[in-house]
């Protein structure tokens, strides 16, 4: 992580914009006090930490254990123990509070609710001193959100005096409706502390800022929003951390997809009005945000599920060459290692496209033909086939002996396998169940195929990270796509023109449009009966499938919860 020291400021905070481990406590823990540490020694008088930092978001059912809640208090007292080491410092930390766990100093006896078993909260301590708690009120319950599941509501501010500043806090969902922002500035705020854990989805950084201008022009108050870092499961946590002045105006912002310790001072003006004063890193384009996206989750889900390095079929096609450019940008070439499993159809330059990219990039590569292995199960079941003519069957059982000799790998090197499929594909069930499926992250589940070819184009015309320029070889990229299963195939022989898809099931999944809607769009009525009903057919398959990072408003995952066994039609 990066810091700088402040310049001598009216008041200093400092943004503690990392990645914790969900569940990881003790390391969580570890990572609080070497940040207010550094805090101290920089002459900050506030550290702010996101939402929930102290256990991670989301910890999911972890929550309904109550050891589980008793090691999380016992990890909060250690810092505030911690805390009498730095004499003038406060501390601002998101965490899960449970009956019994956790004292709530601000709250009157005769005012407080029934007790419920856990809230969402934040704590504000000094020098060993728990001097307030703040309980979130606005619950999400709707996309990949379930926070009505765990956490009870609360009703009330909480207005902080921190250098002769009153501090409002909110958490995430709180500064997204009006309510709690007006009941601070109504009790007396002088500036909002927002601590969040907002998944990212295109556009959402730039959402995020729009939303909290909402909140400061109907509250006359500046706001400081403080965010998470990191890749945890299927969500993606992007930091830009900012500051808005009170006319609503963009006084800072920190870097995207990074760790940082990021300064903030609050100054006075010449006509004696407050001001925050901070760096503003600017927002990167929409495909360079989807790029880091996709290299910081693949790299959380490697290392802190405790791999060290991964594995992927490389077929010489768009896909597997854009996981593996991710990949090496996320973990270094030395991490990486890649198998061509060339099958009785693979074309020539598949190979040679396959060979060049690895070149390209320096990773480890191996070969290993399918068509022994093939063969003798076609041997194997040519008795119980009988007559019956060569259909998907045999396509199917090609992913699946790659799929064998890829788990085979993995189980004996202890690498972890990332699949390669697109959202495109994985709508279709355009794969095959127990071949190209397998693995353990599939970094391509929401990336429709249109823009799959974006970003590989955005990627070779972008040094990213000092890692290796121009690493895709052009005609895989502007070669017809196909899984190469038999002869001449190609991916449009049997899906819409991938431009024609993509928009049908964006406007499908993202805006819940029915098959009527999308013919008065102008999508021909046959391929929209087979969009909807190869879309409804393969949810089964995408059930089973690896997780993997989302990026858009809609990914299928916590996202898209549609059961299996489904009569309806509409």
Same mark, same amino acid.
């Given at each position: 992580?990066?810091?700088?020291?402040?310049?001598?400021?009216?008041?200093?905070?400092?943004?503690?914009?990392?990645? #914790?481990?969900?569940?990881?406590?003790?390391?969580?823990? @570890?990572?609080?006090?070497?940040?207010?540490?550094?805090?101290?020694?920089?002459?900050?008088?506030?550290?702010?930490?996101? &939402?929930?930092?102290?256990?991670?978001?989301?910890?999911?059912?972890?929550?309904?254990?109550?050891?589980?809640?008793? @090691?999380?208090?016992?990890?909060?007292?250690?810092?505030?123990a911690a805390s009498r080491d730095w004499p003038g410092l406060?501390?601002?930390?998101?965490?899960?509070?449970?009956?019994?766990?956790?004292?709530?100093?601000?709250?009157?006896?005769?005012?407080?609710?029934?007790?419920? #078993?856990?809230?969402?909260?934040?704590?504000?301590?000094?020098?060993? $001193?728990?001097?307030?708690?703040?309980?979130?009120?606005?619950?999400?319950?709707?996309?990949?959100?379930?926070?009505?599941?765990?956490?009870?509501?609360?009703?009330?501010?909480?207005?902080?005096?921190?250098?002769?500043?009153?501090?409002?806090?909110?958490?995430?969902?709180?500064?997204?409706?009006?309510?709690?922002?007006?009941?601070?500035?109504?009790?007396?705020? @002088?500036?909002?502390?927002?601590?969040?854990?907002?998944?990212?989805?295109?556009?959402? #950084?730039?959402?995020? &800022?729009?939303?909290?201008?909402?909140?400061?022009?109907?509250?006359?108050? #500046?706001?400081?929003?403080?965010?998470?870092?990191?890749?945890?499961?299927?969500?993606?946590?992007?930091?830009?951390?900012?500051?808005?002045?009170?006319?609503?105006?963009?006084?800072?912002?920190?870097?995207?997809?990074?760790?940082?310790?990021?300064?903030?001072?609050?100054?006075?003006?010449?006509?004696?009005? /407050?001001?925050?004063?901070?760096?503003?890193?600017?927002?990167?384009? +929409?495909?360079?945000?989807?790029?880091?996206?996709?290299?910081?989750?693949?790299?959380?889900?490697?290392?802190? *599920? =405790?791999?060290?390095?991964?594995?992927?079929?490389?077929?010489?096609?768009?896909?597997?060459?854009?996981?593996?450019?991710?990949?090496?940008?996320?973990l270094g070439a030395e991490q990486v290692r890649t198998v061509?499993?060339?099958?009785?159809?693979?074309?020539?330059?598949?190979?040679?496209?396959?060979?060049?990219?690895? $070149?390209?990039?320096?990773?480890?590569?191996?070969?290993?033909?399918?068509?022994?292995?093939?063969?003798?199960?076609?041997?194997?079941?040519?008795?119980?086939?009988?007559? /019956? +003519?060569?259909?998907?069957?045999?396509?199917?059982?090609?992913? /699946?002996? /790659? =799929?064998?000799?890829?788990?085979?790998?993995? *189980?004996?090197?202890?690498?972890?396998?990332?699949?390669?499929?697109?959202?495109?594909?994985?709508?279709?069930?355009?794969?095959?169940?127990?071949?190209?499926?397998?693995?353990?992250?599939?970094?391509?589940?929401?990336?429709?195929?249109?823009?799959?070819?974006?970003?590989?184009?955005?990627? *070779?015309?972008?040094?990213?990270? =000092?890692?290796?320029?121009?690493?895709?070889?052009?005609?895989?990229?502007?070669?017809?796509?196909?899984?190469?299963?038999?002869?001449?195939?190609?991916?449009?022989?049997?899906?819409?023109?991938?431009?024609?898809?993509?928009?049908?099931?964006?406007?499908?999944?993202?805006?819940?449009?029915?098959?009527?809607?999308?013919?008065?769009?102008?999508?021909?009525?046959?391929?929209?009966?087979?969009?909807?009903?190869?879309?409804?057919? *393969?949810?089964?398959?995408?059930?089973?499938?690896?997780?993997?990072?989302?990026?858009?408003?809609?990914?299928?995952?916590?996202?898209?919860?549609?059961?299996?066994?489904?009569?309806?039609?509409?």
């Open positions: 992580m990066t810091a700088s020291t402040p310049p001598a400021a009216d008041f200093s905070l400092c943004v503690a914009q990392l990645n #914790p481990m969900v569940g990881d406590w003790q390391g969580n823990a @570890d990572r609080a006090i070497e940040a207010a540490h550094q805090a101290w020694e920089r002459g900050h008088q506030l550290l702010v930490f996101p &939402e929930l930092f102290l256990c991670g978001y989301a910890a999911e059912d972890l929550y309904l254990r109550p050891h589980f809640l008793l @090691d999380g208090a016992a990890a909060l007292d250690r810092i505030v406060h501390l601002v930390i998101g965490h899960p509070e449970a009956v019994g766990t956790c004292p709530a100093p601000n709250a009157d006896a005769a005012d407080a609710p029934s007790p419920p #078993p856990i809230w969402n909260a934040a704590s504000v301590i000094r020098q060993g $001193e728990v001097l307030a708690r703040y309980r979130k009120q606005a619950l999400p319950n709707y996309g990949v959100f379930d926070e009505k599941r765990y956490f009870a509501a609360d009703h009330r501010a909480c207005v902080t005096e921190i250098a002769g500043l009153r501090m409002g806090l909110l958490i995430c969902e709180d500064a997204w409706l009006p309510d709690a922002a007006q009941q601070a500035r109504d009790a007396g705020a @002088d500036w909002l502390l927002v601590l969040n854990a907002s998944p990212f989805a295109l556009d959402k #950084p730039a959402q995020r &800022e729009r939303i909290a201008q909402q909140r400061v022009q109907e509250t006359g108050l #500046p706001a400081v929003y403080a965010h998470m870092v990191g890749g945890q499961d299927e969500l993606v946590f992007d930091g830009h951390s900012f500051a808005l002045n009170a006319d609503g105006t963009l006084a800072g912002r920190a870097a995207g997809f990074a760790e940082t310790l990021w300064p903030l001072q609050m100054q006075r003006t010449s006509t004696g009005k /407050r001001q925050w004063q901070g760096d503003i890193t600017p927002l990167a384009e +929409p495909l360079a945000q989807l790029w880091q996206a996709l290299v910081l989750a693949t790299r959380d889900y490697v290392q802190k *599920n =405790g791999f060290r390095n991964v594995l992927l079929g490389l077929s010489g096609g768009l896909d597997s060459a854009l996981v593996l450019a991710i990949a090496v940008d996320a061509m499993m060339p099958s009785p159809y693979t074309a020539s330059i598949s190979l040679l496209d396959a060979q060049e990219m690895v $070149e390209r990039v320096q990773v480890q590569h191996d070969e290993i033909a399918i068509a022994p292995a093939f063969e003798t199960l076609q041997e194997s079941l040519c008795p119980l086939f009988g007559d /019956r +003519p060569a259909d998907a069957t045999e396509e199917n059982m090609q992913a /699946r002996v /790659r =799929g064998i000799l890829l788990m085979a790998l993995s *189980n004996k090197l202890g690498s972890l396998v990332l699949t390669t499929g697109n959202k495109s594909e994985l709508a279709m069930g355009y794969c095959t169940l127990y071949g190209d499926m397998c693995g353990g992250f599939a970094p391509l589940k929401d990336v429709f195929k249109t823009r799959a070819f974006e970003l590989a184009r955005w990627r *070779n015309a972008h040094a990213f990270a =000092g890692g290796v320029e121009n690493p895709i070889p052009e005609r895989i990229i502007t070669r017809p796509p196909s899984a190469e299963l038999r002869p001449d195939q190609t991916d449009q022989d049997s899906l819409p023109p991938y431009e024609i898809l993509d928009e049908l099931l964006r406007l499908r999944m993202e805006q819940e449009a029915t098959a009527e809607e999308l013919v008065a769009a102008g999508f021909a009525p046959e391929q929209v009966q087979q969009v909807l009903r190869l879309l409804r057919l *393969n949810e089964y398959k995408r059930r089973q499938g690896a997780p993997g990072p989302r990026l858009s408003v809609r990914s299928f995952g916590k996202d898209w919860r549609y059961p299996i066994t489904n009569g309806y039609r509409g």
